[in-house]
């Protein structure tokens, strides 16, 4: 089974530090995600990258960025976090196409607070 | 405009009853598919069905099924003889065709409260 895993599942920030979360999946998937999860809004798409050093914005990009180097690592960067960034953060991967529904598999999911 | 819309907050339900979650979508595109995941309060979210936009039956998955009515853009999710450890969020999905087809788009989800 695809695992993906995030490095942390609570963190506790203080405003305007810079936020790192760090997703890594062990299936050689080209995709990963970056998603937020708010109560009432579901999950909504911040960064996904397709392959190495590529990336490609989502529906909500604004205050954050991503790094991807290697295949299986892709992180999520909060350059000055923001107690509006208070949230939960799921990071998926995805096989390759036509297989399996092109479901994804997430990870655990990252609760951030930022104080 | 929302894609995905889940009309139910919270649901309760009595143990060994089946429970139908509502999901409604909204795409012009032919080509889609539709998944159902499961989020316990532990956090991970659990794929549990798929329905493609050009599959003739319903998609069924142990006591999961899926009631794809496609003229009604409604894909709701059975569960059928609810267990204790069924009390979770669950979320409706749609991935369209071309070339958004990477992404999914997540209802807000329904909270189901299995009761003894």
């Known amino acids: 089974d695809v695992k993906v895993t995030q490095s942390s599942r609570y963190l506790v920030k203080r405003t305007g530090e810079k936020v790192f979360l760090e997703c890594v999946q062990d299936?050689?998937?080209?995709?990963m995600f970056w998603y937020r999860q708010d109560p009432g809004l579901g999950l909504r798409l911040i960064y996904f990258?397709?392959?190495?050093?590529?990336?490609e914005k989502g529906d909500i990009p604004e205050g954050y960025s991503v790094s991807r180097e290697k295949k299986e690592r892709f992180s999520l960067i909060l350059e000055s976090a923001s107690t509006n960034q208070t949230s939960m953060y799921l990071c998926?991967?995805?096989?390759?196409?036509?297989?399996?529904?092109?479901?994804?598999?997430f990870g655990s999911g990252t609760r951030l607070t930022v104080v | 405009a929302q894609k995905i819309t889940q009309t139910q907050p919270g649901m309760f339900v009595q143990e060994k009853e089946a429970v139908t979650l509502d999901c409604t979508y909204d795409?012009?595109?032919?080509?889609?598919?539709l998944f159902w995941y499961k989020q316990p309060s532990s956090g991970e979210m659990i794929f549990l069905i798929y329905q493609g936009s050009y599959d003739q039956q319903n998609a069924t998955e142990g006591r999961y099924s899926l009631n794809f009515q496609k003229a009604r853009k409604s894909a709701n999710l059975v569960i059928s003889a609810s267990q204790l450890g069924d009390s979770a969020m669950y979320f409706c999905a749609m991935r369209e065709g071309g070339t958004n087809d990477y992404k999914l788009s997540f209802g807000a989800g329904t909270t189901v409260t299995v009761r003894a």
């Open positions: 990258s397709y392959d190495v050093k590529m990336k």
């Open positions: 795409t012009s595109d032919p080509s889609y598919g």
């Open positions: 998926a991967s995805r096989p390759p196409r036509r297989e399996d529904g092109y479901g994804y598999t």
């Open positions: 299936m050689d998937h080209e995709n």
